[in-house]
């Protein structure tokens, strides 16, 4: 525009494709959404059962990039108890308790911190092969990308390092 004094802008032709666009999506409703208006949806605290509805919902075509919990560890009480702390603040949140029972969680599942059947769903842990074969559930459901949350089981804010680099050749093999 000439007519601001000293400033000159000009339309330049963009080459490269729009960005893609997904939506956080767990119910039904946005799901739907994601299909008819964006690029797919990316699910959050799901299970691999949510994965196949979600694609059932967005069709074959639709990107579906679920996320997916790990602690990498083979001690159950030290899984559990991380897995309970990092899922504590969601278990108040209603769109995702109201996904959980549409999942087959009862209201006993999400009492009290979360029952371990609740927990394992949600959580996967255990050793390297573990971690891999949840992964390869969510990608047998539909899952285009698995966005894996490794937790750290002694510091919740910490990045886990050691745990990402002992997984990096489980989950690219």
């Known amino acids: 525009d000439s007519s601001v004094t000293g400033v000159q802008t000009c339309a330049l032709p963009i080459s490269a494709p729009p960005p893609r666009r997904v939506l956080a999506a767990l119910g039904p409703k946005m799901l739907a959404l994601a299909a008819e208006r964006a690029d797919g949806a990316h699910p959050y605290n799901v299970t691999p059962e949510h994965t196949a509805l979600a694609?059932?919902?967005?069709?074959?075509?639709?990107?579906?990039?679920v996320e997916q919990k790990a602690v990498l560890t083979t001690d159950p009480t030290v899984a559990r108890e991380t897995a309970r702390r990092t899922l504590a603040m969601y278990l108040g949140l209603p769109n995702y308790a109201n996904n959980w029972r549409r999942l087959g969680f009862t209201d006993a599942d999400l009492a009290d911190g979360g029952s371990?059947?609740?927990?394992?769903?949600?959580?996967?842990?255990?050793?390297?092969?573990?971690?891999?074969?949840r992964v390869d559930e969510h990608l047998a459901a539909g899952a285009d990308h698995v966005c894996l949350q490794v937790l750290d089981a002694e510091d919740a804010f910490a990045a886990p390092l050691d745990a990402w680099r002992r997984l990096?050749?489980?989950?690219?093999?």
């Open 116 to 133: 371990d059947r609740f927990l394992d769903a949600m959580v996967v842990w255990g050793d390297e092969a573990a971690i891999r074969a």
């Open 55 to 65: 694609r059932t919902a967005l069709g074959p075509d639709k990107i579906l990039a």
């Open 168 to 173: 990096a050749p489980a989950l690219t093999a």
